[in-house]
Structure formats: C-alpha cells, structure tokens
C-alpha cells in the first residue's frame, strides 16, 4: 500500500504565505515526478507545480513567481511554498505523484494526497 499525506494547508490574509508538504509512503521502490494540483468549487483540478526526480520543475502561469516546488527524495517528500497568496488561489491543494511500487516494474501516476484546504481572506 502507497499512501500520500499533505499537511499545511489552512487560512491566511491577502499577500501572506503558507507551506504544503506531502509525504509518500510505503512500499515503493521508486519515485519520479511529483506535482501539486488545485480544485475550485465546480471546476477540474488543474497542474499548479510539478518536479521530476531530478528537480526540473515546471508552473501554472498563474502561480509563477510566487510559489516554489521542492522535493526531499530521501524523505519521498514534495513541498510548495506558497508567497503573496491572492483570494483567487483559494482552493483544494492535492499532491501527486507518479510511483514505481515494490515489486513492481509500471511506474503509477495516479497517487493523491487526501487534499487540504487553502483559503485566502483579503
């Protein structure tokens, strides 16, 4: 079993910021790229941040400049952190991850994190 848990969502003011972190655990014998998605209310999650293994990242344009992804692999663990948060970024915050199990040789993508909550007040 292959598990994804995310901590640090939460609420904060206009211009502030917050950390996310994700950990996957488990049996796994190997990661490759990790990403961060977000949900609105009624809409389709859409790709906020990825990187791969060997730290190329790639962005939403919408968040470009003000969040930062990052990854412990020793820890098998995806960060984002998240400056000058806008009202227009509150969401639901899903971590992804594309996993290669123990035992296995297919390489998943289909790995969630349970989803935490982002509200930004102005």
């Known amino acids: 079993q292959v598990r994804l848990v995310e901590s640090g969502g939460g609420l904060v003011q206009t211009g502030g910021s917050l950390r996310l972190s994700c950990a996957a655990s488990g049996f796994l014998s190997g990661i490759n790229t990790m990403g961060w998605y977000r949900q609105f209310p009624g809409k389709q999650r859409e790709l906020v941040a990825a990187?791969?293994?060997?730290?190329?990242?790639n962005y939403a344009d919408s968040v470009k400049g003000r969040f930062t992804i990052s990854r412990d692999n020793a820890k098998n663990t995806v960060y984002l952190q998240m400056n000058s948060l806008k009202p227009e970024d509150t969401a639901v915050y899903y971590c992804?991850?594309?996993?290669?199990?123990?035992?296995?040789?297919?390489?998943?993508?289909?790995?969630w994190g349970q989803g935490t909550q982002v509200t930004v007040f102005s």
């Open positions: 990187i791969t293994s060997g730290g190329s990242t």
């Open positions: 992804n991850a594309c996993i290669q199990r123990r035992y296995f040789s297919v390489v998943n993508c289909d790995y």
